[in-house]
């Protein structure tokens, strides 16, 4: 069954994080994607709301792309904004063409071992706000490096 505008808002809590998920509407011609729904006719479409990196290795940097759209009326995206330093957003603020298709690159550098749970908040028509989130958990570097292999010196040639 899909989602739509009837069904209630979940609840995300992440650490000292919490926030209101935005109901999802479902468009006929939308495919599997989804788009936010707060009772009246919504006018930002999103590719995905959330995106898990799973596990990633310390000090080694990723990214994603999110990808939104203005539904009906054209789109201005003013600021993507992200939580906290260790994510950066890359976007072209301005003003976009109804149904034209716009990427918003999230980088997270994996400095910090551990869980992490990151908002990205979009400004976009006059002041709409949509919060987007980047998720995984970032595996410790081992504190020494792994041992010599003795047995390489006797490989014959």
Known sequence: MPLNCNNLAPRLKTGLYEETIPRFCSLPDAGSYHHFCSGKKESLWLNE??????????????????????????LKL??????????TPE?????????????????????????FDKPITITYNGGQQKVIMITGTVEATPATPAPANGAVGKIKQ
């Open 78 to 87: 003013e600021m993507v904004q992200a939580g906290c330093g260790c994510t």
């Open 49 to 74: 709301t959330s995106h898990d990196f799973g596990k990633i290795a310390q000090g080694k940097p990723v990214y994603t792309f999110f990808e939104l759209k203005g539904l009906g009326d054209s």
């Open 91 to 115: 976007f072209k603020a301005g003003a976009y063409a109804p149904g034209e298709t716009v990427k918003i690159k999230v980088g997270f550098n994996a400095a910090a071992a551990g869980r």
